[in-house]
C-alpha cells in the first residue's frame, strides 16, 4: 500500500467540554477522497487538524509523513480552499491570488504569472481585475479554489468547494477535481451533498458525531452493511415468473412488485446476481430488461450508517 | 473555464520543502498588509486621530490672530510664559504621546492577529508556507509603515502652523522637531509591540490596553517607588524635553504624595523602551505560534 | 378523543403580551448575555471598588470621633462620580459597542426588524441593557453609600440637611448615563465592527478631553470647556450637586451641548437603524 497522504493516529480534538473528534484513526490514500457526514460531524475540525490550525488534544495528525502542526514548510505541498466565504475584498481576485502566491516565495513576475494560470483554470481570467467585492458567490467560490491550486501542490484539502455554484459550474469543477486526481494529485473533498461526491470518487471517508463511520470504496462499505439488504430491481416481461424463480433463493428476504418489474431484498447480494445472471442468460423465464439497485449508492450507505 | 484536457494546474516554480526564511517571510506579509491596513476604514479613525491635533492648531493659530491668547497660561497649577514652541511641546505630549500614539497602538497593536480571525481571513495566512511568528511580525511592520505614514506627517503640520506663534522660530526649534518625530516613533513602536503582546495574549485586549492606558499608566507614572517603571510613559517621558503636565483629579492627589520627581536618563529610556519593544514582539511571537485560533460559525 | 396525537405544526394559543413590551425581551437578552462574561464581573468588581473604600470611610467616621475627616459631604458623592468616570467609559466601552454592531455584522438586524417590533422598541431595548450596566455602576453604589450613611452613623442628620442629594444623584447619574449610553448606541450603528466602535468612542471621550485640555493651558481660561465630552458632564454635575461650577463656560451651554449630543445620536440611530440600506 502506497504511503498515506494524510495519516490521523488516535486524534481526538475537544472544544472545552465539547468534543470534536473522538479518537480517530484513518489514513487517506492518494487520489480523490471524499469526506462524507452530516452538519456537525466533524468534518470541518478534521480538515483544520489536516491543515494545521488546530492541534489535536490527544494523538498525531502527519501529512505526507510529516507532522502538520507548526510545519509551515509543509505548505509548499498542500493547498487548502476553505468554507468561508471571506476575502480582502477591496483586491482584485488577480491581486488577492498573486499577493498569496507570493508567500510561497515566488517573485513578483511569477507570482502574477501563476496567478494569472490558476484564475484561467477555474474560468476566473475575465473577471481577474474585478474587486472581490462585486463577484457573485459562484465566482468566490473559483477564486478560493484559485488560491489553493495557484502554487500546484501535491495535496489538495477542499472544504465544502461546491457551495453556491450553479449546476454548470459545479459541473465543470467536479471534472476540473477529477482532472486532479488523474494527474496525481491527493484531494480531500467535504462535503454533506452526497450526489457531488459520487460524481467525483467512489472513495470516501464517513464521518458522523466525530467518529468514521467508514472508510473506502462505496460499493465495498454497502456489500458490508449485512444488516441492510440489498434492493435489486428487474425490469422483465414476465416479473412474476422471475419472482417465483427467485423466492426458492434462501438469500432473498422480500418481493414487491411494480409496473412491469419485480423489486427483491436479498441479504447474499453476490449468489443472487449470479442466479440472475444465468436466468436472464437462459431467457428461459422471458427477457430481462433492465437490472438496477437503488441503494448500492451513497445515499444508502450514508442512511444506514447515519441512522 | 479551461476544457477538462487542460485543467491541469499552473506549472508554478517548484519549491524545495525546506522552512521558510522568516524575515523573507514577514516582509512578504507586510506587504499584503500595509495596503489592507492604510485602504481600509480604519484609516478614517486614525485621520481622525492625528487631524484633530491639526484642526486645533488651525484654531489656534486663528485665536492668536485674533489676539485672545495671551501669551500666559497654567500648566499643572504653575504659570508659565506661552509661546509657540511651549504650545507645540505641550500638543506633542497631550495630544500624540499622551493619546494618539498610544490610542493608536491599543487599535492597531491589539488587532494585528484579531482583524484576521474576525475576518476569518487569518486561514489564508495560516495555511501558506510561513511562519505565525512571520505573520505577526509582518503586519507588525504594517502597522509601523501606516500610523507612521498617518502621524509623522501631522505632527509635521503641527509644528509649523504652531511654532511660529507668538514670538516662536521654526529654525531654532526644527532639531527639537525631529527629536519629537523620533520620539513618536519610538512610542508607535513601543506600544504596538505592547499591545500586540496583549493581543496574542488575552481574549478582550481592547479593554485591557485601554485600562492600561487610561488606568495603569497615569497613576503608576506618579506613584513613588518602583511601580512607574512597569510603564512605558516613564520611559517616554525621559525622552522629552518639553514641559509634562499631569492630568486628573486622581494625578493630583496623587503628586502630593510623590517626592522628589526623578525622570529616568535617556540611556536608561532607550534600553527600557527596547526591553519592552524586544520581549513585547517576542513574547507575541511565541504566542501565536502556539496559539490555536478557532473561527467563528 | 382520538387515540393517535397531532404531531404537527400547531399555533401558539397562549397569553401575547401587549405591543410595545418587545424591548424588554431584547433588553433582558442582553443583559443576561453580559453576565454570562466571567471577565465582565471583574470589572464590575473593580467599578465597586471606591464603594467598598468609601463604605469603610463612612463607617470608621461614624464611629470613631477622631476620623471626623472621613465623614462624607456634598462634596464626597460628587468626587465619587467623578472617580467612577473611568468606569463609566469602561462598561461602556465593554457592553455597548458591540450591541448594534454585532447585528449588523450578522445580518440579525434584519431579522430583529422582521419581528413585530418597532426600531424605537430594538433601540429601547438596546439602550436598556447599556444603562443597565452603567446605572449600576454609577446610581446603584451612590445610593447604597447614602443609604450605608444612615445606617452607620443611626441617624437621618446627614440626609436631612442634604435633602437635595438623593434627586442629586439620580438627576445626574441619568444625565451621565443617557449621554454615554446614546452615543455608544449611534456610533455602535455606524460599524459592524465592534472593536471599531470602542475605539472611536474612547477616541471622541479622550480626544476631545485632550483638546479642551491643551487650549486651557494655553489660553489659560476654562470658557472652551463645552468643547470635551467629559467636561460637560463636570459642569452639569457641579450645578446639580449645588456646587461651585470648575469651569469658566456657562453651565447652560454645557446642557445645551449634552442635549445636542443626544439629539444627534438620536438621529444617527433613526438613519442607520433600518431593515434594509436605503440607497438615495
Given at each position: 500500500?502506497?504511503?498515506p497522504?494524510?495519516?490521523a493516529?488516535?486524534?481526538?480534538?475537544?472544544?472545552?467540554?465539547?468534543i470534536?473528534l473522538?479518537?480517530?484513526?484513518?489514513?487517506?490514500?492518494p487520489?480523490?477522497t471524499?469526506?462524507?457526514?452530516?452538519?456537525?460531524?466533524?468534518?470541518?475540525?478534521?480538515?483544520?487538524?489536516?491543515?494545521?490550525?488546530?492541534?489535536?488534544?490527544?494523538?498525531?495528525?502527519?501529512?505526507?509523513?510529516?507532522?502538520?502542526?507548526?510545519?509551515?514548510?509543509?505548505?509548499?505541498?498542500?493547498?487548502?480552499?476553505p468554507?468561508?466565504?471571506s476575502?480582502y475584498?477591496?483586491?482584485t481576485?488577480?491581486?488577492?491570488?498573486?499577493?498569496?502566491?507570493?508567500?510561497?516565495?515566488?517573485?513578483?513576475?511569477?507570482?502574477v504569472?501563476?496567478?494569472r494560470?490558476?484564475?484561467?483554470t477555474?474560468?476566473?481570467?475575465?473577471?481577474?481585475?474585478?474587486?472581490?467585492?462585486?463577484?457573485s458567490?459562484?465566482?468566490?467560490?473559483?477564486?478560493?479554489?484559485?488560491?489553493a491550486v495557484?502554487?500546484d501542490?501535491?495535496?489538495?484539502?477542499?472544504?465544502?468547494?461546491?457551495?453556491?455554484?450553479?449546476?454548470?459550474?459545479?459541473?465543470?469543477?467536479?471534472?476540473?477535481?477529477?482532472?486532479?486526481?488523474?494527474?496525481?494529485?491527493?484531494?480531500l473533498?467535504?462535503?454533506?451533498?452526497?450526489?457531488e461526491i459520487?460524481?467525483?470518487?467512489?472513495?470516501?471517508?464517513?464521518?458522523?458525531?466525530?467518529?468514521i463511520?467508514?472508510?473506502?470504496n462505496?460499493h465495498?462499505?454497502?456489500?458490508?452493511?449485512?444488516?441492510?439488504?440489498?434492493?435489486?430491481?428487474?425490469?422483465?416481461?414476465?416479473?412474476?415468473?422471475?419472482?417465483?424463480?427467485?423466492i426458492?433463493?434462501?438469500?432473498?428476504r422480500?418481493?414487491?412488485?411494480?409496473?412491469?418489474a419485480?423489486?427483491?431484498?436479498?441479504?447474499?447480494?453476490?449468489?443472487?446476481?449470479?442466479?440472475?445472471?444465468?436466468i436472464?442468460?437462459?431467457?428461459?423465464?422471458?427477457?430481462?430488461?433492465?437490472?438496477?439497485?437503488?441503494?448500492?449508492?451513497l445515499q444508502a450507505?450514508f442512511?444506514?450508517?447515519?441512522k | 473555464?479551461?476544457?477538462?484536457t487542460s485543467s491541469?494546474?499552473?506549472?508554478?516554480?517548484?519549491?524545495?520543502?525546506v522552512?521558510?526564511?522568516?524575515?523573507?517571510?514577514?516582509?512578504?506579509?507586510?506587504?499584503?498588509?500595509?495596503?489592507?491596513?492604510?485602504?481600509s476604514?480604519r484609516?478614517?479613525?486614525?485621520?481622525?486621530?492625528?487631524?484633530?491635533?491639526?484642526?486645533?492648531?488651525?484654531?489656534?493659530?486663528?485665536?492668536?490672530?485674533?489676539?485672545?491668547?495671551?501669551?500666559?497660561?497654567?500648566?499643572?497649577d504653575?504659570?508659565?510664559?506661552?509661546?509657540?514652541?511651549i504650545?507645540?511641546?505641550?500638543?506633542?505630549?497631550?495630544?500624540?504621546?499622551?493619546l494618539?500614539?498610544?490610542?493608536?497602538?491599543?487599535?492597531?497593536?491589539t488587532a494585528?492577529?484579531?482583524d484576521?480571525?474576525?475576518?476569518?481571513?487569518?486561514?489564508?495566512l495560516?495555511t501558506?508556507?510561513?511562519?505565525?511568528?512571520?505573520?505577526?511580525?509582518?503586519?507588525?511592520?504594517?502597522?509601523?509603515a501606516?500610523?507612521?505614514?498617518?502621524v509623522?506627517p501631522?505632527?509635521?503640520?503641527?509644528?509649523?502652523l504652531?511654532?511660529?506663534?507668538?514670538?516662536?522660530?521654526?529654525?531654532?526649534?526644527?532639531?527639537?522637531?525631529?527629536?519629537?518625530?523620533a520620539?513618536?516613533?519610538?512610542?508607535?513602536?513601543?506600544?504596538?509591540?505592547?499591545?500586540?503582546?496583549?493581543?496574542?495574549?488575552?481574549?478582550?485586549?481592547?479593554?485591557?490596553?485601554?485600562?492600561?492606558?487610561?488606568?495603569?499608566?497615569?497613576?503608576?507614572?506618579v506613584?513613588?517607588?518602583?511601580?512607574?517603571?512597569?510603564?512605558?510613559?516613564?520611559?517616554?517621558?525621559g525622552?522629552?524635553?518639553?514641559?509634562t503636565?499631569?492630568?486628573?483629579?486622581?494625578?493630583?492627589?496623587l503628586s502630593?504624595?510623590?517626592?522628589?520627581?526623578?525622570?529616568?536618563?535617556?540611556?536608561?529610556?532607550?534600553?527600557?523602551?527596547?526591553?519592552i519593544?524586544?520581549i513585547?514582539l517576542g513574547?507575541?511571537?511565541?504566542?501565536?505560534?502556539?496559539?490555536?485560533y478557532?473561527?467563528?460559525? | 378523543?382520538t387515540?393517535?396525537?397531532?404531531?404537527?405544526?400547531?399555533?401558539?394559543?397562549?397569553?401575547?403580551?401587549?405591543?410595545?413590551?418587545?424591548?424588554?425581551v431584547?433588553?433582558?437578552?442582553?443583559?443576561?448575555?453580559v453576565?454570562?462574561?466571567?471577565?465582565?464581573?471583574?470589572?464590575?468588581?473593580?467599578?465597586?471598588?471606591?464603594?467598598?473604600?468609601?463604605?469603610?470611610?463612612f463607617?470608621?467616621?461614624?464611629?470613631?470621633?477622631?476620623?471626623?475627616?472621613?465623614?462624607?459631604s456634598?462634596?464626597?458623592?460628587?468626587?465619587?462620580?467623578e472617580?467612577?468616570e473611568?468606569?463609566?467609559?469602561?462598561v461602556?466601552?465593554y457592553?455597548?459597542s458591540?450591541?448594534?454592531?454585532?447585528?449588523?455584522?450578522?445580518?440579525?438586524?434584519?431579522?430583529?426588524?422582521?419581528?413585530?417590533?418597532?426600531r424605537?422598541?430594538?433601540?429601547?431595548?438596546k439602550l436598556?441593557?447599556?444603562l443597565?450596566?452603567l446605572?449600576?455602576?454609577t446610581?446603584?453604589?451612590?445610593?447604597?453609600?447614602l443609604?450605608?450613611?444612615?445606617?452607620?452613623?443611626a441617624?437621618?442628620a446627614?440626609?436631612?440637611?442634604?435633602?437635595?442629594?438623593?434627586?442629586?444623584?439620580?438627576?445626574?447619574?441619568l444625565v451621565?448615563?443617557?449621554?454615554?449610553?446614546?452615543?455608544?448606541?449611534?456610533?455602535?450603528s455606524?460599524?459592524?465592527?465592534?472593536?471599531?466602535?470602542?475605539?472611536?468612542?474612547?477616541?471622541?471621550?479622550?480626544?476631545?478631553?485632550?483638546?479642551?485640555?491643551?487650549?486651557?493651558?494655553?489660553?489659560?481660561s476654562?470658557?472652551?470647556?463645552?468643547?470635551?465630552?467629559?467636561?460637560?458632564?463636570?459642569q452639569?454635575?457641579?450645578v446639580?450637586?449645588?456646587?461651585?461650577?470648575?469651569?469658566?463656560?456657562?453651565w447652560?451651554?454645557?446642557?445645551?451641548?449634552?442635549?445636542?449630543?443626544?439629539?444627534?445620536?438620536?438621529?444617527?440611530?433613526?438613519?442607520?437603524?433600518?431593515?434594509?440600506e436605503?440607497?438615495?
Amino acid at each position: 500500500m502506497s504511503v498515506p497522504v494524510v495519516a490521523a493516529e488516535g486524534v481526538s480534538k475537544w472544544y472545552g467540554q465539547v468534543i470534536g473528534l473522538n479518537d480517530i484513526t484513518v489514513d487517506v490514500q492518494p487520489g480523490v477522497t471524499g469526506l462524507l457526514g452530516p452538519n456537525g460531524a466533524g468534518k470541518s475540525t478534521f480538515l483544520k487538524l489536516i491543515t494545521g490550525q488546530l492541534k489535536p488534544s490527544q494523538g498525531t495528525v502527519r501529512v505526507l509523513g510529516e507532522p502538520i502542526w507548526g510545519n509551515p514548510a509543509l505548505y509548499h505541498r498542500l493547498g487548502f480552499c476553505p468554507d468561508q466565504d471571506s476575502f480582502y475584498e477591496r483586491m482584485t481576485g488577480q491581486q488577492w491570488v498573486t499577493a498569496l502566491v507570493r508567500l510561497n516565495g515566488l517573485s513578483e513576475t511569477d507570482a502574477v504569472e501563476a496567478a494569472r494560470r490558476a484564475l484561467d483554470t477555474v474560468g476566473l481570467l475575465d473577471a481577474a481585475d474585478k474587486k472581490i467585492g462585486a463577484y457573485s458567490k459562484g465566482m468566490r467560490q473559483r477564486v478560493k479554489l484559485a488560491q489553493a491550486v495557484v502554487h500546484d501542490p501535491d495535496v489538495l484539502v477542499l472544504d465544502e468547494p461546491l457551495a453556491g455554484m450553479d449546476p454548470i459550474a459545479r459541473r465543470k469543477v467536479i471534472r476540473l477535481i477529477k482532472g486532479w486526481g488523474r494527474e496525481g494529485k491527493s484531494v480531500l473533498v467535504s462535503s454533506h451533498i452526497l450526489h457531488e461526491i459520487e460524481s467525483m470518487t467512489s472513495t470516501i471517508l464517513l464521518i458522523n458525531n466525530g467518529r468514521i463511520l467508514a472508510e473506502g470504496n462505496i460499493h465495498q462499505i454497502r456489500d458490508l452493511i449485512d444488516e441492510h439488504p440489498h434492493t435489486v430491481r428487474i425490469q422483465a416481461d414476465d416479473p412474476r415468473r422471475l419472482a417465483h424463480a427467485f423466492i426458492e433463493h434462501d438469500g432473498v428476504r422480500s418481493l414487491t412488485f411494480e409496473k412491469g418489474a419485480v423489486v427483491v431484498e436479498t441479504g447474499k447480494p453476490d449468489a443472487f446476481y449470479g442466479r440472475l445472471t444465468q436466468i436472464a442468460a437462459s431467457g428461459e423465464l422471458g427477457e430481462v430488461h433492465e437490472v438496477s439497485s437503488p441503494d448500492d449508492n451513497l445515499q444508502a450507505v450514508f442512511e444506514y450508517l447515519v441512522k | 473555464m479551461s476544457t477538462p484536457t487542460s485543467s491541469s494546474v499552473p506549472a508554478a516554480t517548484s519549491e524545495p520543502v525546506v522552512a521558510p526564511a522568516f524575515l523573507s517571510s514577514a516582509w512578504r506579509i507586510y506587504d499584503l498588509s500595509l495596503g489592507q491596513m492604510l485602504w481600509s476604514r480604519r484609516t478614517v479613525f486614525m485621520v481622525l486621530v492625528v487631524g484633530g491635533p491639526v484642526v486645533v492648531a488651525l484654531i489656534l493659530r486663528l485665536l492668536v490672530t485674533m489676539d485672545l491668547v495671551s501669551g500666559r497660561g497654567m500648566v499643572d497649577d504653575r504659570p508659565i510664559i506661552v509661546d509657540g514652541p511651549i504650545i507645540f511641546g505641550l500638543m506633542i505630549w497631550g495630544f500624540y504621546l499622551r493619546l494618539s500614539v498610544p490610542l493608536l497602538g491599543v487599535f492597531y497593536g491589539t488587532a494585528l492577529m484579531a482583524d484576521e480571525v474576525e475576518d476569518k481571513t487569518i486561514t489564508y495566512l495560516f495555511t501558506r508556507p510561513v511562519s505565525r511568528g512571520a505573520v505577526l511580525f509582518g503586519k507588525y511592520l504594517a502597522y509601523l509603515a501606516s500610523t507612521g505614514l498617518v502621524v509623522l506627517p501631522s505632527v509635521m503640520l503641527v509644528f509649523f502652523l504652531v511654532v511660529p506663534l507668538l514670538g516662536g522660530d521654526i529654525g531654532s526649534n526644527f532639531p527639537s522637531l525631529v527629536t519629537d518625530l523620533a520620539l513618536l516613533a519610538v512610542g508607535l513602536a513601543v506600544y504596538g509591540a505592547l499591545f500586540a503582546l496583549i493581543g496574542a495574549w488575552f481574549k478582550r485586549p481592547l479593554l485591557i490596553g485601554l485600562v492600561f492606558i487610561f488606568g495603569w499608566e497615569p497613576i503608576m507614572v506618579v506613584v513613588p517607588g518602583y511601580m512607574k517603571r512597569v510603564t512605558v510613559s516613564y520611559y517616554l517621558q525621559g525622552l522629552v524635553p518639553h514641559a509634562t503636565p499631569q492630568e486628573g483629579l486622581v494625578s493630583t492627589i496623587l503628586s502630593i504624595l510623590q517626592a522628589n520627581e526623578v525622570l529616568p536618563s535617556a540611556a536608561v529610556s532607550v534600553i527600557g523602551l527596547g526591553f519592552i519593544l524586544v520581549i513585547g514582539l517576542g513574547l507575541a511571537t511565541w504566542l501565536v505560534e502556539r496559539r490555536e485560533y478557532v473561527l467563528e460559525q | 378523543m382520538t387515540p393517535i396525537h397531532d404531531q404537527s405544526y400547531r399555533r401558539y394559543a397562549g397569553v401575547r403580551q401587549e405591543p410595545g413590551a418587545a424591548w424588554l425581551v431584547i433588553a433582558a437578552t442582553g443583559i443576561r448575555t453580559v453576565l454570562t462574561k466571567k471577565f465582565f464581573w471583574l470589572v464590575l468588581l473593580a467599578a465597586w471598588g471606591q464603594f467598598f473604600v468609601r463604605a469603610v470611610m463612612f463607617y470608621l467616621s461614624a464611629n470613631f470621633s477622631n476620623l471626623d475627616l472621613l465623614a462624607p459631604s456634598v462634596e464626597t458623592f460628587r468626587q465619587f462620580f467623578e472617580i467612577q468616570e473611568i468606569f463609566v467609559l469602561f462598561v461602556t466601552v465593554y457592553v455597548g459597542s458591540g450591541l448594534i454592531a454585532n447585528d449588523r455584522r450578522s445580518n440579525a438586524l434584519q431579522i430583529y426588524l422582521s419581528k413585530p417590533l418597532t426600531r424605537a422598541e430594538y433601540v429601547a431595548g438596546k439602550l436598556g441593557t447599556l444603562l443597565f450596566f452603567l446605572l449600576l455602576v454609577t446610581l446603584a453604589p451612590a445610593l447604597m453609600l447614602l443609604f450605608l450613611e444612615m445606617m452607620f452613623s443611626a441617624s437621618l442628620a446627614f440626609v436631612g440637611a442634604n435633602l437635595f442629594l438623593l434627586p442629586a444623584i439620580t438627576l445626574y447619574a441619568l444625565v451621565e448615563v443617557l449621554l454615554s449610553g446614546f452615543t455608544m448606541l449611534a456610533l455602535s450603528s455606524l460599524s459592524t465592527s465592534a472593536r471599531y466602535t470602542a475605539m472611536l468612542y474612547a477616541g471622541v471621550v479622550l480626544f476631545t478631553a485632550a483638546v479642551f485640555g491643551i487650549v486651557n493651558g494655553i489660553t489659560n481660561s476654562s470658557s472652551l470647556a463645552w468643547l470635551s465630552f467629559r467636561a460637560n458632564l463636570d459642569q452639569i454635575g457641579d450645578v446639580i450637586f449645588r456646587l461651585q461650577p470648575r469651569f469658566e463656560s456657562p453651565w447652560l451651554l454645557s446642557v445645551v451641548v449634552v442635549a445636542l449630543l443626544i439629539g444627534l445620536s438620536v438621529f444617527v440611530l433613526e438613519r442607520r437603524v433600518r431593515g434594509v440600506e436605503v440607497v438615495t
